[in-house]
């Protein structure tokens, strides 16, 4: 693990006085989007471990407190305050964009370092500061993936976008549906819908009045899983599509064999990386498997490690100025550089494809 060579670096430190190095992991522990939360601390946990059992950080001991938002933009922002008083200098955090957004011009006001692993709104990095940083891709990337896929793909079918009206979803619909266009292919419907709603018959009504072929699903699995399974109860053919916030097992265990043949976009898969084989390996001996966004928050505790000790501190701003002025840094994910704006510089995206339970790269 790369983390064991940075880890043994021993600098003086303006933080001296404090017993320890202090963090958080940031996201939805409970409420609909738990099973990313789950995957957050799974992973920050891990990584945090992993750095203590090979001496540490600049010969300090890393702790971690564990945060939840519920993916809700109050709450995030009390934790972003509640962790501000904690004196934490990173937060790992968070998953939902709405709250990522609201809790970093906290933590941008008290001067912690925040690095997502999974917030992908065009926004949270363009209206962010000096502080802001994200391991994931952003949803004007992961548009002109989806819409070029629908455009050449799906070329002369009939297709509609939804979007659940979020901060990651409606920006991610948008961007799909921009590039699409672009690209000659015009949808036949763009709606909304509510993500709290558990009958889902009007739309999918008027995407059968519609004679739709393919839609597009912009936002979470909880109600993704929902639309697909009522809509192959009621008789609707068409293929749907969807983005990375599908990649957890749950979507079956919501919309059962419906799920088949369902597709959604996602980064290279990390656990089959060369770089990600040993800590994979931690995982499956703890009977875990780091789906999803776990080995992005792992990395992202990497990257912020990596960078402290080449500053040698904890310090934000330094860590921050080093990680953009520095790296590539090696991670599980590969070797990751951040722009300007704390975005990663490299980041690419495949279909997984559903059966049986399970997802596999097409």
Known sequence: MRLIVLALAIASLSWQARADIRIAVAG?????????????????????????????????TVTLEVADDACEPKQAVAVANRLASDEVVLVVGHYCSGSSIPAGKVYT????????????????????????????????????FAGHAL??????????????????????????????NAEGLHEKLFSAYVPDEYDFSALISRLKAEKIDVVYIGGFHQSAGLIIRQAREQG???????????QTKELWKIGGPAIEGFRHAFYPDPRTRPSARDVAAEFAARHVDPEGFTLYTY?????????????????????????????PWPTVLGDIGFDKKGDPTSVSYGWYVWHDGTYRPM
């Open 28 to 60: 939805p522990i409970t409420g609909s989007s738990a099973v990313f939360g789950t995957q957050m601390r799974e992973g920050a946990e891990a990584a945090v471990a992993d750095l203590n059992a090979h001496g540490g950080l600049l010969g300090q």
């Open 109 to 144: 006001e008290n001067g912690i370092l925040m690095i997502s692993p999974a917030s992908a709104s065009n926004r949270f990095t363009d209206e962010g500061d000096w502080n802001i940083f994200r391991t994931c891709g952003r949803d004007d990337l992961q548009g002109k």
């Open 151 to 180: 455009a050449t793909e799906f070329a002369g079918k009939s297709v509609a976008i939804l979007h659940d009206n979020t901060s990651f979803g409606r920006e991610l619909a948008e961007d799909t549906q921009r590039e699409m």
């Open 236 to 246: 609707f053919t068409g293929q749907f599509l969807g983005p990375s916030t599908m």
């Open 299 to 327: 990395a992202a505790v990497e990257v912020w490690a990596e960078a402290a000790a080449r500053a040698g501190s904890v310090a934000p701003r330094k860590v921050a100025e080093t990680l953009k002025a520095a790296g």
